[in-house]
């Protein structure tokens, strides 16, 4: 007897970074977590919440938090939808668009490893197109490609790279479908394509609070397209999908741009002092604008260079991927956490 859907029994489910329990004394460079605390008002509004806010069911459409992101960002109230966490985002986008052989899900690789989950999860062909080794956007094959919705993250991970504007301008022009931009790392990055939604009907850009905001633990995304794209991902949404607790904090998090501006700028310069300090120490690093960087150690030590900083109680990440088995993704931590990093690779010195 074969309790699943065929799809289901065949695929291989996602596999989440480490989470160990908060307290436990590692230092996690693996998930891309902002090393900083969320916003001082987020915290004081979690800890005055009224019960009367977990009696009731929450707004289906998150207003609140929607006039936060309309104040912060600058766009009308009725082009954003509000999910749980991105990752939320991504599945109603994927369902609501993508079905069999006839409406793909594309995107270039190597990028989030969900996409082809998410995909396979919906039984939708997944089309993925291979960076080249420069990271340029392969705009002609993305497009040939033909995909209900093509998938973009900027800046991408694990690579780090952001893309220009202009590729993503003339992708939003050619492809058939929506094309979505996922932006989880931009609040580390140089600039944002969210100029493109007013732009071009089929574009949508897709947001966290996850990285920038210090808030992975809330989960709580949004994305931001125009009402005629959105009302078909409501249809999909579901109606509680916020819970009220993230709608409080999410939105007293979102008012606060300038703590989580404040905390990019750390991040920004631990950003460079690591990447100057692994390249002394050998290892080859990316530019990134993200919060992380993909580092390629000497001597093809990838993968016993993660085992040993895991028995040192540091967690970085490794894909043992095509193209990735000899490199590292290492989230920038805080000045304490990346010496205490590069202390422990000390003995891979030579
Ligand atoms: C972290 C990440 C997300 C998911 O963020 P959540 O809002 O926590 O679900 C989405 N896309 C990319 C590329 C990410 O790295």
């Known amino acids: 007897m074969n309790y699943f859907r065929p799809t289901i029994a065949l695929m291989e489910g996602y596999t989440p970074g480490e ?18 605390p969320p916003s001082p008002l987020a915290l004081e509004v979690l800890r005055n919440l009224d019960s009367e806010w977990l009696r009731r069911y929450p707004d289906p459409y998150s207003r609140d938090f929607c006039s936060a992101v309309s104040a912060a960002l600058g766009v009308p109230k009725d082009w954003i939808i509000v999910t749980n966490g991105s990752d939320d985002l991504l599945n109603i986008l994927i369902r609501s668009c993508a079905e069999g052989k006839e409406r793909k899900v594309v995107y270039p690789m190597p990028s989030y490893v969900l996409y082809r989950t998410l995909s396979a999860l919906q039984s939708a062909e997944a089309i993925e197109v291979d960076y080249p080794q420069d990271y340029q956007l392969p705009i ?61 009907d089929n574009v949508i850009i897709l947001r966290t609070l ?9 989960r709580l995304g949004f994305g931001i397209a125009n009402p005629k794209l959105l009302s078909g991902l409501f249809k999909v949404k579901d109606s509680y999908n916020v819970d ?105 010195i030579y």
């Open 210 to 218: 996850s990285k920038g905001y210090s808030l992975a633990g809330l």
């Open 244 to 348: 009220a607790i993230a709608i409080l904090v999410g939105t007293a998090a979102m008012e606060d741009q300038d703590h989580k501006n404040s905390c990019a700028e750390k991040v920004k310069r631990s950003r460079f002092l690591l990447k100057k300090d692994l390249e002394q120490i050998g290892f080859a690093v990316r530019d990134s604008q993200g919060n992380f960087l993909l580092v390629t150690p000497p001597n093809n030590k990838a993968e016993t260079i993660y085992q040993y900083l895991k028995e040192n109680n540091i967690l970085v990440r490794y894909f043992n991927l095509p193209g990735l088995n000899d490199k590292l993704r290492i989230t920038v931590g805080t000045g304490e956490q990346n010496k205490k990093l590069l202390q422990s690779l000390d003995c891979f």
């Open 140 to 200: 002609d094959r993305l497009v040939a490609a033909g995909g209900a919705v093509t998938l973009i993250a900027t800046p991408n991970s694990p690579s780090g790279h952001i893309v220009p504007l202009e590729d993503l301008r003339t992708l939003a022009r050619e492809v058939s479908g929506i094309l979505a931009i996922d932006e989880a790392y931009v609040d580390f990055a140089d600039y944002s394509a969210l100029s493109l939604v007013e732009e071009f």
């Open 19 to 36: 989470q160990p329990k908060p307290g436990t004394p590692i230092i996690k460079l693996n998930t891309n977590e902002n090393p900083y």
